[in-house]
């Protein structure tokens, strides 16, 4: 610099440094050696060119180091280059931190709308397991038809005495006979106790109560396994595409089939005595006086 420009700027801190580096017989490659500052940034020191300096805060630093290297107050030195360079604090422009992450979230439409639609489902799902949408099955079906008996034909001529002998025509001898005993009535079954499932054939059951939309068995019946129907909840109903797949016995008293291999029983009453009036025989109608 020339001798004016050196006088106007004899009181600055690049003109201080400059001389505290000359009166200590030191070169610039000297300080930047000792205080490792880059030799470019102590020459815009010196020459007080901030605007060749990096931001505030490194040029600050850079300072203090060359102030220390000549022997000058670091502090005082950095407080005095504060106030005569122009150069303002860095102040990072604010980044924006995801900023696609307000794009890829649903809106919250979509997102009231899935709720909706997962709660309806859920729900149709309990109320189908609860049996609510399976038609009411009446507990006693129509009485099954029994065979008319067959009668046995007339013999020739002869004819049923009142007291129960026959007399044989053409002067035959009289026989004797007692009257025809009476057909074998049926085991009774018992309509009170334990009602038992077995499983013939792979069938799939459900047992559930629709009233207190409790469930007490669903899946599938090995061949041979047996389930027994608990008597609480008591209105236990049976549902089945298989019917005639399952043994039924009511206190340890076989039934009847419950319907065709492949019938389908929808809400079918496990009480003992529906299901012992389900497959009873009508009752047979008075004799003939």
Do not use: C
């Amino acid at each position: 610099m020339d001798g004016a420009e050196a006088r106007g700027n004899a009181g600055r801190v690049g003109a201080a440094l400059a001389a505290a580096r000359v009166a200590r017989g030191l070169t610039l490659a000297d300080i930047a050696r000792d205080t490792r500052v880059p030799l470019r940034h102590l020459r815009a020191i010196e020459a007080d060119e901030h605007e060749a300096l990096p931001a505030l805060t490194y040029a600050i630093g850079f300072v203090k180091a060359f102030a220390t290297a000549v022997g000058l107050d670091p502090e005082a030195t950095a407080a005095q280059f504060r106030g005569e360079t122009s150069k303002l604090p860095h102040a990072p422009s604010p980044i924006e931190a995801f900023p696609d992450a307000a794009r890829r979230l649903p809106s919250a439409g979509l997102v009231t709308a899935s709720v909706v639609i997962v709660v309806g489902v859920i729900g149709a799902l309990s109320a189908w397991g609860a049996g609510l949408f399976d038609p009411a099955l009446p507990t006693t079906p129509a009485p099954i038809e029994a065979a008319a008996p067959e009668l046995a034909p007339a013999g020739d001529g002869n004819a049923l005495a009142a007291d129960g002998n026959a007399l044989a025509a053409d002067g035959n001898a009289l026989v004797t006979g007692d009257a025809p005993a009476a057909a074998a009535a049926p085991p009774v079954v018992p309509t009170t106790g334990a009602v038992v499932l077995t499983a013939r054939e792979e069938v799939w059951v459900r047992i559930a109560d629709p009233a207190t939309r409790t469930t007490a068995k669903i899946g599938i019946l090995a061949p041979g396994e047996s389930f027994a129907v608990p008597a609480d909840p008591p209105g236990l109903r049976l549902w089945t595409g298989k019917a005639g797949a399952l043994a039924v016995t009511v206190g340890g008293r076989d039934l009847p089939p419950l319907g065709g291999p492949i019938e389908r029983l929808r809400g079918l009453s496990l009480a003992a005595a529906d299901l012992v009036a389900r497959t009873a025989p009508p009752a047979a109608p008075p004799a003939a006086s």
